[in-house]
């Protein structure tokens, strides 16, 4: 009796782990295909921070609201840097979002390693910034 007590115990402890697992559980990308070209990546921490990749040339746009009403896509701008070369008609970027800290933004070229920050200038708004 002891013992069935406590593996009922302990299977609901486990069926209320995986359903608390379930609520929790946050995306951050859509599920694309290895050869897709756009992405959509959100951090964890801010909503302000969702974006559309274009994979191929590492354009990116941040979803905002519009003072109207509705949502839109709005450009972010890039600093250039001179080792940021790409393979025409290829997947070359990726955006790591960090879940400690909204600042460890990062777009990376996957071939050659350059790489920015998101940073956010009070007049100009958000850009990406190289990273040394």
Known sequence: MRKT???????????ASSVAAQETAVSLSSAVPDSARFQVVQSPLLAKLAFRLDRFTGDTWQ???????????????????????K?????????FLSGIRAQITVLINT?????WYIAEDPKEGIFWSPID
């Open 5 to 15: 007590a406590l593996l009922f115990a302990l299977y609901l402890f486990v069926a």
């Open 111 to 115: 071939h050659t390693g350059a790489s």
């Open 63 to 85: 979803f905002v609201s519009k003072q109207k009403g509705g949502f839109s896509w709005q450009r972010v701008e890039r600093i250039e840097l001179p080792n940021d070369i």
């Open 87 to 95: 393979s025409s008609g290829k997947v070359n970027y990726q955006i």
